[in-house]
């Protein structure tokens, strides 16, 4: 008797072999190094800069940290607009430094910030704006500049989810004023743990850098009220390393994605957003939207995948405007924000990683394409079993 397929999550990290690791991890242990802006911290910043193809890069210990740090280093106050589709630790940046969110929608196809949403919500206290490009696909960045320009606003992109995305033959994270990437365990390029903040020119790294270090300027010159956001040589090793692979891993995302595609063309009831044809993705997620003319609801949809091992996630359901520190905000109210409540209530992102098997994709495609023939929920095989409310996660 074959054993059970284990799990499939909706991500896996991606890491290299461990024996190529080890020369970098005798390096470290030789040199007594650790942290504090070593060499591999160094090497690191210079080779992710040539290779985003981005003027100036600052390492984190994460991408939340850089994202409060680089509202900081603009010194943002007041009123920030923002997207409620998106992880929730880019409206909980803000709140970290004082600053009001304000939800605006989001655009039905690109599910980024509606710029034409954008700019009735502006006040007399709006000072910045901070768009996600949500999956990867990029933001309406030349709409957002104009707006920002006529009303002399920051721009800060949360671009967690847009590692190696080019537009039109350029790198989106040369846009906004500064640009933040995650290197979380679960994204296209992963340091374990960490991320980054884009900058345009050496001034302003220079003061993220200081802000990165509790302020330090050298060992006796404090110029700022910094935080410890410093990435390990460990994080900055294993980063060093995954460049190397990750072309070959976004080229096995970009497989899978075609694959899908093809298996979900003629569905009833599923829509497979369409790509950007004028950006080069890394098809970090894979989303897929459970209409209502499907033969079952998104939630059984869900459910009776992880009842067959395939753990999809809803990014992103709920809304960040429902979350509790939230849902008070006038601009959180479903009436202000009627695609993205709709978007949310339909989305569900399928398992995708570089070394996830074809057959997985079969598996899947296989359930979506069954459960949307029987006339009702209770025609499919355990769907009743499984509930979709209270079940583990994982962060993204």
Request: charged share 20%; proline share 8%.
């Amino acid at each position: 008797m074959s054993s059970p397929r284990p799990p499939v999550y909706v991500t896996q990290p991606d890491l290299p072999p461990f024996e190529e690791f080890v020369p970098y991890l005798r390096e470290i242990w030789d040199s007594r190094i650790l942290t504090n802006g070593g060499p591999f911290h160094q090497r690191l910043e210079a080779e992710l800069a040539d290779y985003l193809g981005v003027p100036y890069i600052s390492l984190f210990t994460n991408a939340t940290v850089a994202l409060v740090t680089a509202l900081q280093a603009l010194r943002i106050q007041g009123e920030v607009i923002t997207t409620p589709y998106s992880f929730v630790a880019t409206a909980h940046s803000l709140l970290w430094n004082g600053i009001k969110p304000v939800f605006v929608d989001i655009d039905e196809r690109t599910f980024n910030l509606d710029p034409e949403k954008i700019e009735a919500a502006i006040t007399p206290s709006t000072t910045a704006i901070l768009p996600t490009h949500c999956y990867g696909r990029p933001c309406d960045v030349a709409a957002i500049r104009r707006i920002a320009d006529d009303y002399n606003l920051k721009v800060i992109y949360d671009a967690a989810h847009a590692f190696g995305v080019r537009q039109n033959g350029q790198s989106i994270l040369r846009h906004g004023d500064l640009s933040v990437i995650s290197f979380h365990a679960t994204k296209v390029f992963n340091t374990f743990e960490g991320g980054a903040i884009v900058s345009p020119d050496a001034r302003t790294k220079q003061h993220i850098d200081h802000l990165k270090n509790f302020g330090f300027v050298n060992e006796t010159t404090v110029v700022a009220a910094g935080i410890n956001g410093k990435m390990s040589e460990f994080n900055a090793a294993l980063g060093l390393l995954q460049l190397k692979h990750v072309d070959s891993a976004i080229g096995k995302r970009r497989s899978l994605d075609a694959l899908y595609r093809h298996a979900l063309k003629d569905i009833p009831g599923i829509t497979v957003p369409e790509c950007d044809t004028s950006a080069e993705a890394n098809h970090s997620y894979f989303p897929i939207l459970v209409e209502p003319s499907y033969a079952i609801s998104r939630d059984d949809l869900y459910a009776r995948l992880r009842a067959s091992g395939f753990h999809g996630r809803r990014y992103f359901f709920p809304l960040i405007s429902e979350f509790p520190m939230y849902r008070g905000l006038p601009s959180s109210s479903n009436s202000n924000l009627p695609v993205a409540k709709s978007v949310s209530s339909k989305v569900i992102c399928l398992p995708l990683y570089p070394s996830m098997e074809e057959s997985v994709v079969h598996g899947i495609t296989k359930i979506i394409r069954e459960c949307g023939c029987p006339t009702s929920p209770s025609d499919v095989p355990g769907l009743q079993d499984v509930s979709p409310v209270g079940l583990a996660t994982t962060s993204i």
